[in-house]
Structures are given as structure tokens and as C-alpha cells.
């Protein structure tokens, strides 16, 4: 059975820094892009972040871009998403995901087979 069980939010305060960690089990995902969404109140859902099945491609949203570095461990089955400067509309449920198409690297939530429940990040003043 695939899982994905996401950790490493809570409350940050603005300006400051996190890292989302995401373990997956239940099989192997080293020839799958490995991505975060996040999805505040409200609002939809949106790709933050996506890393390539090797790491060697990164795609960033624009608004996290310049304050996020998402990286992978295949080893370990494991994908993290440290974000600094932190701003008050970072506050959302963070989710990982593993791609559906064999060593893609999307960006649509459409292209995600595999979800974790997601874990809350609130950024305060």
C-alpha cells in the first residue's frame, strides 16, 4: 500500500523558515517527479514546487520561486521543501505527491497519482 506522510509544519513566523519533509513507502518512486501543492482556506489547490526523478530539474511557482529549494533522496524515498522568508500567504495545508508519467516532471495536480494527507503551515506576524 502506497504512502506518503508529510511532516516539519506548524507555526512560523513571518520571515522566518521551514522544512516540509515527505516520506514515501509501499514501493519505489525514483523514476517518478516528486511534488508539492499547497492549499490555503478558500482557495484551490496550487503546484508549488517539483523536483525530477534524479533531481536534475527543479520547477518552482512563482511565488515561492527564489525562496524555496525543493531536493529528493531516492535512497531513502523522501522528497523535502525548505522555504525561508516566509510571508503571511504562505499559510496553507502543504501536500506531497508523486507523478503519474514515468520520469515527468509535472506541474498539474491532474498529473499526480499518489497523495499525502498534507500537514499545516500557519506563518503569523
Known amino acids: 500500500q502506497v504512502q506518503l506522510v508529510e511532516s516539519g509544519g506548524g507555526l512560523v513566523q513571518a520571515g522566518g523558515s521551514l522544512r516540509l519533509s515527505c516520506a514515501a513507502s509501499?514501493?519505489?518512486?525514483?523514476?517518478?517527479?516528486l511534488g508539492w501543492f499547497r492549499q490555503a482556506p478558500g482557495k484551490e489547490r496550487e503546484f508549488v514546487a517539483v523536483i525530477s526523478w534524479n533531481g536534475g530539474r527543479t520547477i518552482y511557482a512563482d511565488s515561492v520561486k527564489g525562496r524555496s529549494t525543493i531536493s529528493r533522496d531516492n535512497n531513502k524515498n523522501t522528497v523535502i521543501l525548505q522555504m525561508t522568508s516566509l510571508k503571511l500567504e504562505d499559510t496553507a495545508v502543504y501536500y506531497c505527491?508523486?507523478?503519474?508519467?514515468?520520469?515527468?516532471?509535472?506541474?498539474?495536480?491532474?498529473?499526480?497519482?499518489?497523495w499525502g494527507r498534507g500537514t499545516q503551515v500557519t506563518v503569523s506576524t
Open positions: 505527491a508523486v507523478g503519474s508519467g514515468w520520469r515527468a516532471t509535472p506541474t498539474l495536480g491532474s498529473e499526480y497519482d499518489y
Open positions: 509501499g514501493r519505489s518512486f525514483s523514476n517518478y517527479g
